[in-house]
């Protein structure tokens, strides 16, 4: 097979050339030697012999190894193969137990590729006892093209064995056990690089921190979903970030071999970034009403400091690859971040925003639903993210590492140098992904929002209201949300039933969005409307702006026609169909369209006489309340007086909200805010607004009424980057925030999305305070700040019609989506349905009973 030259050493062991087995002439000159107390056979090249890879033989003085040239047939290559297994294996077997694999054998070898493959820098190490040699690429070695396991320079081509995959396996491992490795910037079979590893001890922090509360309670879905978003940013910045880190550790000058070295290197540079990071984030401390550049240096210290502390972790576990507790270490301390994670949220010390007491009413924990996370649920759902994790760890750093190697074959330069930018486009990929999710539900939320349901597909009979005899909109361009409101329009006998007084017909008039192509279109509509009614010759008239989805909050108009008895006008204009979070893109819209009908509405009025002008309300709920509000965006309280506006009730306008903000100012969320500027009164919670002195009440005429805990005051793209205000240290935190929470990047974010969910689901003819919801306090709010006249016995019969209303007008719709099902399943669908309206009531109710509710006139 080959030909054997035993010769003897210095130290005892045999010396052992054999024939070249390279299937090129060119690199065909190699040979071996046995060092060491096991006898294993070392192969060396001869091709380039450095003083570190000499010939053993040549270094006991005995003379040099004489390699043969011609290259051996493909059948003796596989003969010799199979030779130096089994001779290997042998060996392990006899090796002493406990003795130091590092220098028990090595092997240096240069070899060809099939034709046709460009050249590559390459290298084969066998460092301790196994039978197959392990492959690395030297161009990405960092260390001047040098093996990091015995430093060895040969030139040749890729290693003609198998697939591509670079391997090596760590000097210094313990009996002789092989760990499949990479180095930095490459991928690892079965196992992660340093980056990698860091990214995963960030994310399993990030996970138990995750299960801290934000504004309202949540169920075991949300807490899953935030679980995932947490870990995974967690990871992926990790990563990215400490994959920067580690190539600037393998370009400091003994940062790419041997294995201890580069772990004392890359600590020695995420020791440094740890330490930097702390200085970055002492000098840039949080401040209220701070610039985002500030708030983007500090968040760059924390993200460093992070990562930095995950890398020294990171570098430790390095070293005790390959030990034969190495992977239970690894295990354990990822569970141990994962548990300082969830007790650093001090969990008996933390609460929700919704569980916030309120000092004078002794009460907390108000929403419309409570909501709670299964503790059996959690930790399987923590597990079970933790476990993707991994998966997902090692994909990322398949696809990151890819895509390095194909930008390097592009742009030229290493792979290792490219690793970070993979990583990045990774994340990148990720992002799109979540955008194609974002559009695809856009796409089939479209549609049922622009449906008419089948309780209101009956025009209105009234002239008064918009669809009805002499409209110039058309019922069937009406929405869900606009056909909703113009059905539930009020009657004159209603009114006079509750209130008790002669009342006449309201006038309620909408443009929906398909009632014209553009926003020009549907604001002269809308005017027309106006026009047709003779609306400005009511004694009051309202211009109510629609959320995202096109809703009118139904309690606030029937409060203002009950309180005029009928004697007013309300308009509405809708710009999407959507849900409020996903119609934020069409904001500019919404008020330009609305700033041409305050427009028209203030040149019709101006055109009348003084004592003839209708009282000019503006209201509006949640992103219409943006809408509304920026169309006097840098006008400060000259806007709003500038065009005779008489008063104005906002309830949960959005952080994103300018004009807002230009009258807030610099005060503190801290303070109780005092009333300001001019007439307008901008309160922390409710309880601000309860707690205003009787006399400062009547000044108010522009109320920004939110909810302490409601999410859509406090969520903005800033959560991304920055710590809001109202979730400062201590107990320095405005009413109805979250207690001994702490802000993370991107998952408050996310656990504030999640809120907005979760902020407003109502039960039928129940008024609860907390959330987005404010059907509690709307009617006398509108009572005080519109002041409207009404005694507090009228006051109490409107509330409870409007409770009742609200009730029969579900039952309704739903009554009419049990009719429309198949009759062998109607009655069950009944049956649910009375089981359902037993739950909202607290009483029990058969069909008849709902039958006898949908007879009646709800409308």
């Known amino acids: 097979m080959a030909d054997w030259i035993t010769g003897s050493l210095a130290s005892g062991p045999t010396v052992a050339t054999y024939r070249s087995v390279s299937v090129s002439s060119r690199c065909a000159q190699w040979a071996t030697t046995a060092t060491g107390a096991s006898s294993t056979p070392r192969r060396i090249s001869r091709t380039e012999t450095t003083a570190r890879t000499r010939c053993g033989r040549a270094r006991a003085g005995t003379g040099t190894c004489a390699p043969v040239a011609e290259a051996a047939p493909v059948a003796e290559i596989a003969a010799i193969r199979e030779r130096r297994a089994a001779f290997s294996l042998s060996s392990a077997r006899r090796r002493p137990a406990g003795s130091s694999a590092a220098g028990s054998w090595a092997g240096c070898g240069s070899f060809s590729d099939m034709a046709g493959v460009p050249p590559r820098r390459w290298h084969t190490c066998v460092l301790g006892m196994f039978p197959r040699p392990l492959r690395v690429s030297l161009t990405r070695s960092g260390r001047g093209g040098a093996c990091p396991g015995c430093g060895y320079r040969p030139v040749g081509r890729p290693h003609p064995w198998g697939a591509r995959t670079h391997v090596r396996w760590q000097a210094g491992g313990r009996r002789g056990r092989l760990s499949p490795m990479t180095t930095h910037g490459r991928i690892r079979t079965g196992g992660l690089d340093i980056s990698a590893r860091a990214g995963f001890l960030l994310g399993a922090f990030a996970t138990g921190v995750s299960y801290q509360p934000n504004l309202l309670s949540r169920a075991t879905r949300d807490q899953a979903l935030i679980t995932g978003v947490a870990t995974a940013t967690a990871f992926e910045w990790g990563t990215a970030a400490h994959s920067f880190l580690r190539s600037t550790a393998d370009r400091l000058p003994v940062g790419g071999e041997p294995l201890r070295n580069r772990a004392v290197t890359g600590a020695i540079v995420d020791a440094s970034a740890l330490a930097a990071g702390i200085a970055v984030c002492r000098g840039a401390s949080p401040q209220e009403h701070e610039s985002t550049r500030r708030a983007l240096v500090r968040l760059l ?68 639903v409570h909501r709670e996370v299964s503790p059996a649920k959690a930790v399987t759902s923590g597990i079970v993210v933790t476990l993707a994790l991994v998966g997902v760890a090692r994909a990322e750093s398949v696809v990151s590492g890819a895509f390095a190697r194909g930008a390097a074959i592009v742009l030229g330069g290493s792979a290792q140098d490219r690793r970070t930018a993979g990583r990045v486009a990774t994340f990148g990929a990720l992002a799109g992904a979540g955008w194609g999710a974002i559009t695809a539900v856009n796409a089939m939320l479209t549609k049922p929002g622009g449906a008419v349901e089948a309780a209101h597909r009956r025009p209105p009979e009234r002239a008064e209201v918009t669809g009805g005899p002499g409209s110039a909109i058309p019922w069937t361009d009406q929405s869900r949300e606009s056909a909703r409101w113009l059905s539930m329009a009020l009657t004159a006998d209603e009114i006079t039933g509750v209130m008790g007084e002669p009342a006449l017909q309201p006038i309620r008039v909408y443009a929906s969005l398909d009632s014209a192509a553009d926003a020009q279109g549907r604001a002269a509509l809308l005017l027309a409307e106006i026009d047709r009614t003779r609306a400005l010759d009511r004694a009051a008239f309202a211009l109510f702006s629609p959320t995202g989805s096109g809703y009118i909050n139904y309690v606030a108009s029937e409060t203002f026609e009950y309180l005029t008895r009928g004697n007013c006008a309300s308009a509405g204009i809708q710009y999407s169909v959507l849900p409020s979070a996903l119609s934020l893109t069409r904001v500019d819209l919404a008020t330009h369209q609305t700033r041409i009908v305050v427009n028209g509405v203030v040149q019709r009025l101006l055109a009348m006489a003084p004592e003839r002008r209708p009282k000019f309300y503006l209201f509006g709920e949640s992103l219409g309340s943006q809408v509304s509000e920026e169309i006097f965006r840098g006008q400060g309280m000259t806007g709003p007086t500038g065009i005779g506006l008489d008063a104005a009730l906002w309830i949960g306008t959005p952080a994103a909200t300018e004009w807002r903000r230009e009258l807030w100012g610099t005060r503190s969320v801290v303070d109780v805010p005092d009333v300001g500027p001019g007439a307008a009164y901008l309160p922390r919670g409710i309880r601000d607004w309860h707690g205003l002195p009787a006399a400062e009440r009547t000044r108010v005429r522009y109320l920004l009424l939110q909810n302490g805990d409601d999410p859509v005051p406090k969520f903005s793209s800033y959560l991304l980057w920055k710590r809001p205000d109202w979730m400062g240290r201590g107990g320095a935190r405005p009413p109805g925030s979250p207690r001994g929470t702490r802000w993370m990047p991107v998952t408050t974010f996310f656990m504030t999305f999640l809120d907005l969910q979760n902020a407003l689901s109502p039960t039928p003819g129940v008024f609860d305070e907390g959330g987005h919801d404010y059907r509690r306090e709307v ?29 029969a007008w579900e039952v309704k719709r739903r009554w009419a989506v049990t009719e429309a099902v198949p009759t062998p399943v109607r009655a069950a669908a009944q049956l649910k349905l009375a089981e359902t309206v037993s739950r909202w009531t607290g009483r029990t109710l058969d069909t008849a009973a709902l039958a006898e509710i949908v007879a009646t006139d709800a409308g």
């Open 779 to 807: 009617p006398q709010a509108l009572r005080e700040v519109w002041q409207l006249k009404a005694s507090d016995d009228q006051m109490v019969a409107v509330q409870a019609a409007l409770r009742r209303r609200e009730l």
């Open 301 to 368: 210290g924390t993200s460093t400091l992070a990562v930095a502390a995950g890398g020294l972790v990171a570098d430790a576990l390095e070293l005790r690859r390959g030990a034969r507790t190495g992977r239970l270490e690894a295990g354990a301390v990822a569970l141990l971040a994962g548990a300082a994670g969830y007790l650093s949220t001090r969990p008996r010390k933390t609460r929700a925003g919704s569980f916030d007491p309120d000092p004078d009413e002794g009460e907390g924990g108000v929403e419309d």
